[in-house]
């Protein structure tokens, strides 16, 4: 068995060991990007540079239309701001919503600047992260501090998606809608109840002054306001929630705790060229500080354990998709997208049999 599935393992996700990166929406001379490799990246990383293009793209881009845009209001037509701040919100969340939390992810998981450079990261932690709805110095009291440590089990993972039945629209939607608007008293009070109280106080003050700030230049330029930073909190924070509640969708109800088993991987994508590989969710959960680009490889290393705890994997379909087969009652067609490579025989009725076990509400 272990000979066979090394062999297999070398092909079986060769799509994405071989797609070119599209997280970014253009690329840099070849010269700078070689000079921020070697001067800013920690161990010279190469593919990190991608981390670090999507923030210099957004640097380039986005920041300047929305600068724009408080330039423009008072100056122009009210309607006009309204319609280029449309405009800009759409240019803004689908060219760049996806890869930036992302980006964010990792380099959060697994720093990217060298020690000289490593200031920089408050490009994104402090700064660009407002633009999505994210308030500063946060996604790592909730991402890390609470959902990697707790490893979506209840109570203390508040993003945890066991006690919801997981195939329920209406569930998905509470979820949703809970996190939007309980989150931050819940975040600051579940790491205070863990007697994590330095990232309480983070939370806190990165809570404050971003909503300081919003209302401050609310009272000075309302349209400008409502379209750079309100609706992208409204949007980004259903979008992460949905995210998240698509990748743990699957929990079995015996072994909930079980990486293999509390989420799934999807591999040859397109998706994974978009999203730094986030398909490969159980290794990322199995092993946090994997890079990015070695989760490829990682899951052929570990083929085997993906037969021993019978889990789930999904190929040329990603996440996301995964998640809106389920939630609109497609298991048939999912269990088309399911690779067996040793994990537990069964037929397609069977298999969607399982698929419904481990959608079940987890008390």
């Known amino acids: 068995m272990h000979s066979n ?20 929406f253009f690329a840099l001379p070849t010269p700078f990007s070689k000079w921020l490799i070697t001067n800013l990246l920690k161990g010279k990383e190469d593919k990190n ?3 670090l293009l999507v923030t210099i793209n957004i640097l380039l881009t986005s920041v300047p239309l929305a600068i724009s845009l408080y330039f423009l209001e008072g100056r122009i037509n009210s309607f006009l701001v309204s319609i280029l701040g ?3 919100l759409y240019f803004h969340l689908s060219t760049y919503a996806r890869s930036f939390i992302l980006a964010l992810h990792y380099s959060t998981h697994t720093p990217i600047f060298n020690k000289k450079w490593r200031f920089l990261k408050h490009i994104n932690i402090s700064f660009l992260c407002n633009l999505f709805g994210i308030p500063p110095w946060i996604y790592f009291s909730h991402h890390i501090a609470m959902h990697h440590c707790e490893n979506n089990t209840t109570p203390y993972d508040l993003s945890s998606t066991m006690p919801y039945q997981r195939d329920s629209k209406w ?13 931050w008293v819940e975040l600051p009070y579940i790491l205070f109840l863990k007697k994590r109280y330095k990232l309480v106080l983070r939370s806190i003050l990165g809570e404050s002054i971003f909503f300081a700030v919003i209302s401050f230049f609310f009272t000075q330029s309302p349209i400008a306001t409502f379209f750079v930073f309100i609706l992208p909190l409204f949007v980004i924070s259903f979008a992460m929630m949905q995210g998240n509640w698509k990748q743990h969708i699957f929990v079995d109800p015996e072994d909930p705790t079980n990486n293999y088993k509390s989420t799934f991987t999807c591999i040859n994508t397109p998706t994974n060229s978009r999203n730094f590989n986030d398909g490969y969710h159980i290794e990322h959960h199995k092993n946090p500080s994997v890079a990015w680009y ?11 354990e993906y037969v021993e705890n019978d889990a789930f994997i ?6 996301m998709e995964v998640g809106s087969l389920v939630l609109n009652g497609q298991l048939d067609t999912l269990a088309d997208y399911y690779l067996n490579v040793g994990q537990k025989q069964r ?4 298999l969607v049999t399982e698929f419904k076990r481990r959608l079940i509400c987890i008390k």
Request: net charge negative; no cysteine; aromatic share 16%.
């Open 86 to 88: 449309a405009a800009y």
């Open 314 to 319: 999904f190929t040329g379909i990603g996440s």
């Open 347 to 350: 037929t397609k009725t069977e």
């Open 294 to 304: 070695r989760l490829p490889e990682y899951f052929q290393s570990n083929l085997q």
């Open 5 to 24: 599935l090394n062999q297999f393992a070398t092909q079986i996700n060769q799509i994405d060991l071989e797609q070119p990166r599209n997280e970014h």
């Open 49 to 51: 540079i991608f981390i």
């Open 171 to 183: 569930h998905h939607f509470l979820y949703m809608l809970r996190f939007a608007v309980a989150i």
